[in-house]
């Protein structure tokens, strides 16, 4: 356990490594979104490191000729909750 049991440990999903790709460093989203085919609404969400939908990593995958790990890291972070005021 942690020190601090009130500690929540949460691993965050980014797409960092996707947009420092050297093929898409400092292009748009509209170049990105029609060079691979995907909605800038889905680029926007993995800005945001929110959740993206499989099918989107495999196409990524496929027409970046790269691994799910070559376009996403795993980090993990730690939350402690605000207390309850009495």
Do not use: W
């Not at 495999?58 to 009495?86: F, L, R, S, W």
Request: charged content about 30%; hydrophobic content about 40%; glycine content about 2%.
């Amino acid at each position: 356990m942690s020190e601090n049991d009130n500690e929540q440990r949460m691993t965050i999903i980014s797409f960092d490594p996707f947009f420092r790709m050297q093929e898409l460093k400092g292009m748009p989203l509209s170049y990105i979104s029609k060079r691979l085919d995907i909605p800038v609404a889905i680029l926007n969400k993995m800005q945001r490191r929110e959740d993206v939908p499989f099918d989107v990593i495999q196409k990524i995958c496929h027409a970046m000729e790269c691994q799910p790990g070559d376009i996403m890291e795993a980090n993990t972070i730690y939350v402690i909750p605000a207390k309850d005021k009495e």
